[in-house]
Every structure is written in structure tokens, then in C-alpha cells.
């Protein structure tokens, strides 16, 4: 069974300031990991995934994430951060061994209001 | 662009009415998956269904919920029997299959609200 635990349930930043959300995974099996975003009164959308290769991926609006093994992480970073970047962030992991289910594994998410 | 379609956006039911939730998953996509969110608590795994039939349900996966794909498009989630806990969002997940396209799509959820 895999586990997610984000650290930060409210990130409160000003404008322009830089950001890092924090994720961090347990599981038996391989995993990939994904960072969803929820804007007030929406769905999800896909922010970033990691499945395999580079373990640094990034985002088309300036959102980066590095995996780390060694420290079962997979934190979220913006160097300057908007208005419009106000969202819950949500961390999640799924195994990736293969077979017919892929379910995801949430954190408890991470609310980032960011402040003019 | 593609999307995860439910219907309806919002559902108001009395205890022990049955509802149905329904979701248009993206069309070539064969992973399909229902999520839960309680207000204020992290998206929950319901249940996963590929090649017609479950591959996968959680605990709260029980004997008053069940899943259809009736005509190869729709996804539908039944409850036969609400209870005051089942309030929640539900969304509907679909993906197109593993390994580089296991990403999952999300359609915008069907608030649930049972009195």
C-alpha cells in the first residue's frame, strides 16, 4: 500500500515571493508521482508527473518538482509565484508495477493563498 | 481538447434515495476510476474499472455502491441507498492505460449533498 503525507496543510505567500510545497511517499513498490491542483470550485488538473528518466520535471506555468529516492520526496517549488496560483495543491502516487489499476493516492493537500 | 464530462454538477437526495452520478470518460481512454471528497478532507479512492469489470475498490467500495459502462461511453456510479455520510464531490477519472499513459483526467465533479 503506498502513503502520502504533505507536510503544509495552508502556505500562506506574497506575491512574487518563491514557494516550495512539501510531499513525501511510503510504499513497498515503485511508484510514480503527480501533483494535482484544485482551483476554488473546480476540478483537478495535472501540475507535474514524474514516471521515470530526469528526476527534475516541470510545469508550463513555472512550477518545478525534483523526485528524490533516497528521501521518498517529491516537493513542489515556484520561484515567484502569482495571484492566480491561489489553489489547493494535492500530492499523489500510484504504483506503477503494471496490471489493470493505476488508482491514485492522495495527500491531504496543501492550500497555497497567495497574498498581493 | 478532450475532456471528462459528469452530470449533474450538483445532486440533492433524501436518505435512502438512490442516485446515480454520471461521467462521459475520454473516448480512447480504457482505465476508469470514481474518487470521493468529503468537504475539508483528501480526495479518496472509490474504485477502478478496466476491461469491464473492477479491478480494484476501496473499503468504502461496499455493498451500496455499484459501477456500469452501459453503452461503451458512460460510466456511471449508483448508490442504492444514500446516507448522510455519502455527501461528498465525486469525480470521475479516466486514463488511457499504464506505463507513459497512466496519466489520469478528471472531470469537475458531482457535489452530492444527502439530507
Known amino acids: 500500500a503506498q502513503s502520502v503525507t504533505q507536510l503544509d496543510s495552508q502556505v500562506p505567500v506574497f506575491e512574487e515571493a518563491p514557494v516550495e510545497l512539501r510531499c513525501n511517499y511510503s510504499?513497498?513498490?515503485?511508484?510514480?508521482l503527480f501533483w494535482y491542483v484544485q482551483y476554488p470550485n473546480q476540478g483537478l488538473q495535472l501540475l507535474l508527473k514524474?514516471?521515470?528518466?530526469?528526476?527534475l520535471v516541470e510545469s508550463i506555468n513555472g512550477f518545478e518538482a525534483e523526485f528524490n529516492k533516497s528521501q521518498t520526496s517529491f516537493h513542489v517549488r515556484k520561484p515567484s509565484v502569482h495571484i492566480s496560483d491561489t489553489a489547493e495543491y494535492f500530492c499523489?502516487?500510484?504504483?506503477?508495477?503494471?496490471?489493470?489499476?493505476?488508482?491514485?493516492?492522495f495527500g491531504k493537500g496543501t492550500l497555497l493563498t497567495v497574498n498581493p | 481538447e478532450p475532456e471528462v464530462t459528469q452530470t449533474p454538477s450538483h445532486q440533492v437526495t433524501q436518505m435512502g434515495q438512490e442516485v446515480i452520478l454520471r461521467c462521459v470518460p475520454i473516448?480512447?481512454?480504457?482505465?476508469f476510476y470514481w474518487y470521493r471528497q468529503i468537504l475539508g478532507q483528501k480526495v479518496e479512492f472509490l474504485v477502478s474499472?478496466?476491461?469491464?469489470?473492477?479491478?480494484?475498490k476501496s473499503e468504502i467500495f461496499d455493498d451500496q455502491f455499484s459501477v456500469e459502462r452501459p453503452d461503451g461511453s458512460n460510466f456511471t456510479l449508483k448508490i442504492r441507498s444514500t446516507k448522510l455520510e455519502d455527501s461528498a464531490m465525486y469525480f470521475c477519472?479516466?486514463?488511457?492505460?499504464?506505463?507513459?499513459?497512466?496519466?489520469?483526467?478528471f472531470g469537475p465533479g458531482t457535489r452530492l449533498t444527502v439530507l
Open positions: 473516448s480512447n481512454h480504457l482505465y
Open positions: 499523489a502516487v500510484s504504483k506503477n508495477s503494471g496490471g489493470s489499476n493505476y488508482k491514485l493516492t
Open positions: 477519472a479516466s486514463s488511457e492505460g499504464g506505463g507513459g499513459t497512466i496519466e489520469q483526467f
Open positions: 474499472f478496466y476491461n469491464n469489470e473492477i479491478s480494484e
Open positions: 510504499s513497498s513498490v515503485s511508484v510514480y
Open positions: 514524474y514516471l521515470s528518466g530526469s528526476t
